[in-house]
């Protein structure tokens, strides 16, 4: 790290490069690599520091653990004119929602609209990423995934519904996209380890005590520190939403992703973060994903 008060800087072709022949190294084909590489600098290039370089470890961990399968290839099992529903084969999101929106840009170019979903897949980093491919293809998108359960239903007082992206774009001829990437929570893995290593605190009183059901706005009492990793965090505390807004935007995005894609499975069925840190868990980190 630089002096403090300053930030490193480095060239980003030299980074995208590293991480590429890093997840090479541990066997990824080179079209693997580039899907991580690519998606990973997306996130680095928008700001999005906990969906930067930080969330490589979630992919790492479910390959240290056995539960990732580097070498897999995301297959079309079943599709239409019009959809098409993908197996990760456990592979990373990375390469499947790549895939992904690659055949339902292709589709709908042919056809107006096209709806693609994902299932056994990992974690797919910042989903910005995927959304700005349909950009490059001069198409409009909405793209997400489900998670591990670390978020409780409003009023509720149990980790058991997703904390997922949502990310989106829109063409504007010849001026920028509308680009929207924002997440269906109020926290994530990450923000608890920004709360243990900076201090920081949330914006709201979303954290909840899972002894006394309390609710506050700190997540350092509740961090339980996964070893050799710094980003990915997992905590004893549940989560609450701010809102009912938030609550049915989630809800929704259940629907897309674990309840009517054809092979997805619903968010309380996905293993916990302590689950996989403790080789609990059989199943990967995504029960489902979309992309329109």
Known sequence: MGAPGKTKSTNADFLRYCLKRVWMANGASEEHGDAVADALMVGIRQGKLNQGLG???????????????????????????????IDGRKSSGYFTLTKMANTAIEKAKKHGIAIVFGHNHNDAGSFGSYAWLANRANCIALTSN????????????????????????????QKPPVWMSTKLCEWYDADTAQAVLQGTKLKGDYVIDP??????????????????????????????????????????????????????????????????????????????????
């Open 55 to 85: 969330v490589y470890e979630a992919i790492d961990i479910m390959f240290q653990k056995g539960l990732l399968d580097i070498k897999a290839e995301p297959t079309i099992v079943s599709e239409g004119d019009t959809w098409a529903s």
């Open 146 to 173: 489900n998670s591990v359960p670390m978020c409780s239903p409003l009023g509720g007082m149990s980790n058991t519904i997703a904390v997922p992206p949502f990310d989106g774009i829109g063409i504007a001829d």
């Open 211 to 292: 002894e006394t059901g309390e609710v506050g706005n700190d997540l350092a009492p509740y961090a339980e520190p996964i070893e050799g990793y710094g980003r990915v965090y997992n905590q004893t505390a549940f989560q609450q939403l701010g809102s009912p807004r938030v609550y049915m935007l989630n809800l929704f995005n259940e629907l897309l992703t674990g309840i009517i894609n054809p092979h997805g499975t619903i968010t309380p069925e996905v293993p916990s973060l302590g689950d996989i840190v403790d080789g609990k868990a059989t199943g990967t980190s995504v029960g489902g994903s979309f992309f329109l």
